[in-house]
């Protein structure tokens, strides 16, 4: 592997999956792959899960990680070719990116969208040209239209969970829109149904209110339906997000509390287990009550993000060997 930006970057998903919960099982087993060897994780937006995960992975593998909060500590970034820097960037990617691929051996970078420009966003413009120039492979933090190490995190998770279960059947998955308060990024169910597409195990279902539409390039091959009940029936694993809309670029139109996961809606699934990426808006995205029922797998989902970003930052430290 050489870079990690979205699932198109892994060979096999399954064999991935296996060597994340090696990692779970014996968090040490590599202890020595990192030995002398740096990575650093670079901020433009905030993380609690994220940042921590990758580093305690690294930490794990022997790596020394050094994290720098672009947007409070850096210089402003100019990103476009042939700009004419004369507004608030100062310093260009072109120059900043190979300095920094001089200190680390990988560079992981978090770019959220701006919301404002689709084209823009959907151009990956900020970690495209992180990888032109930096020199050194690059893992996604999350960038601004995909989450990849999430996914993979969801995929161990919802494998994980059948074994604890006995399921060996085709599981039914469930990706529903929630209510939020604010605008959000699409990053996380665009990237969640790309990788439950390419995994190909699931009976996959995405459910949101009209309007809602994500990107086909990454919803393709998943039945949409607008109707919540009626795709949460027999669900095994719903998966709880917020995004604003696609065609009506990064707004807002629909806020209704009734696409708000509850006991009564669980009540249609065959007593699924409940997922979200976190942070979550208690009681407007996800109520208290399923969050806080054995239904939610929030916590073993947030908690596995060490084990997916070991696995991947693995991957890379070998192929580079
Ligand atoms: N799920 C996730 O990426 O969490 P953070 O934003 O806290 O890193």
Not at 6 to 35: C, E, R, W, Y
Request: with cysteine.
């Amino acid at each position: 592997m050489k870079n990690f930006i979205s699932v198109h970057d892994v060979t096999d998903i399954n064999a991935l999956v296996k060597k994340a919960l090696a990692f779970k099982a014996n968090p040490l087993m590599s202890q020595s792959l990192g030995k002398d060897k740096r990575i650093g994780l670079l901020f433009l937006n905030p993380s609690l899960r994220t940042r921590l995960s990758t580093q305690v992975a690294a930490k794990n593998l022997g790596m020394e990680a050094i994290v720098f909060n672009v947007d409070k500590e850096g210089w402003a970034l100019e990103f476009e070719e042939g700009a004419i820097m004369s507004g608030n960037t100062v310093e260009h990617v072109k120059d900043a990116a190979p300095i920094l691929g001089s200190y680390f051996d990988i560079l992981c970078i978090r770019t959220f969208p701006s919301l404002k420009n689709k084209e823009d966003d959907y151009s990956e413009l900020y970690i495209t040209q992180f990888m032109k120039y930096a020199g050194v492979p690059v893992i996604s933090l999350e960038s601004a239209t995909l989450h990849p190490l999430q996914s993979l995190t969801d995929i161990i998770t919802i494998k994980e969970s059948l074994q604890a279960q006995k399921i060996t059947r085709k599981p039914k998955i469930v990706l529903t829109w929630a209510p939020h308060v604010k605008p959000l990024p699409q990053c996380v169910a665009n990237s969640f149904a790309q990788w439950v597409n390419a995994w190909g195990e699931a009976d996959f279902v995405i459910t949101h209110p009209e309007d809602y539409e994500l990107s086909e390039e990454f919803t393709k091959g998943a039945t949409i339906t607008h109707n919540q009940d009626e795709a949460l029936k027999d669900a095994d694993f719903v998966y709880v997000k917020n995004w604003s809309t696609y065609t009506d670029y990064g707004k807002i139109y629909e806020n209704d509390p009734r696409w708000m996961l509850d006991n009564e809606k669980i009540a249609l699934t065959n007593n699924a287990k409940v997922m979200h990426c976190l942070p979550v808006r208690r009681n407007v995205e996800l109520s208290d009550e399923v969050l806080d029922s054995p239904n939610s797998i929030v916590t073993q989902e947030a908690a596995n993000r060490v084990w997916a970003a070991q696995a991947v930052i693995a991957e890379i430290l070998g192929a580079k060997a």
